[in-house]
């Protein structure tokens, strides 16, 4: 595989990871509205979540407990995101070091 060819693979890589994290990020707000909006209505009151692709009644307690539990879940999915980002960019940083690679704007 060419430097060239090399390169671009760790920039697409590492563009797609800071993607994926963008849109955890953003899932990761939406769910903490939607978890604010349900922790200031009464926990008994109706309540419907999305279940795969079918809409589910319930109380505002169990949803919100469902939405805390996909809330930590997407929490720990963007931190291994990020860390595996970094992992990433050191590893491009290292390559760019070993082969000597210098960027030229042109």
Known sequence: MSFQ???NEYQQTIRALQEH???ISSQIAEHR???DTLSKVPQDRKAWRLADTAM?????KDAGEVLDEKLRGL????VKLEE???GVQKE???WKVK?????VRG
């Open 75 to 78: 929490e720990q999915l963007q």
């Open 56 to 60: 589910v009644e319930t109380n505002a």
């Open 92 to 94: 491009f940083d290292d």
């Open 21 to 23: 994290m963008a849109t």
């Open 99 to 103: 082969n000597n690679v210098k960027i």
């Open 84 to 86: 595996e980002c970094q």
């Open 33 to 35: 509205i939607v978890r």
């Open 5 to 7: 060819n090399q390169y």
